[in-house]
Nanobody
Framework: QVQLVESGGGLVQAGGSLKLSCVASEIIFRINTMYWYRQAPGKQRAFIARTGTGASTNYAESVKGRFTISRDNAKTTLYLQMNSLTPEDAAIYYC???????????WGQGTQVTVSS
């Protein structure tokens, strides 16, 4: 079975922080690059961050220095630590997985992040 389950979204005041989690099956976590995307109302789904099966990471310019992607291999869990949140960060955040260098193949259900000003 392939499954990605996000959690941790909610309502936060501007300037605050949230930490998102994504639990994946062991085989998916082991063989795939993991991603975070987000989609705001009226906009296309946008890449936020990536981490490979090793230590490699990559971030969208809009979140560099504020967001941190990490993975816990023992728990087969992906994280996104989000700091200094602004209303522009409000979106549905999606966990995704897929082969390195290709478009993500598997997607979670998404978790809503709302930022109040």
């Amino acid at each position: 079975q392939v499954q990605l389950v996000e959690s941790g979204g909610g309502l936060v005041q501007a300037g605050g922080s949230l930490k998102l989690s994504c639990v994946a099956s062991e085989i998916i976590f082991r063989i795939n690059t993991m991603y975070w995307y987000r989609q705001a109302p009226g906009k296309q789904r946008a890449f936020i961050a990536r981490t490979g099966t090793g230590a490699s990471t990559n971030y969208a310019e809009s979140v560099k220095g504020r967001f941190t992607i990490s993975r816990d291999n023992a728990k087969t869990t992906l994280y996104l630590q989000m700091n200094s949140l602004t209303p522009e960060d409000a979106a549905i955040y999606y966990c995704a997985a897929g082969p390195s260098g290709r478009q993500p193949r598997y997607w979670g259900q998404g978790t809503q992040v709302t930022v109040s000003s």
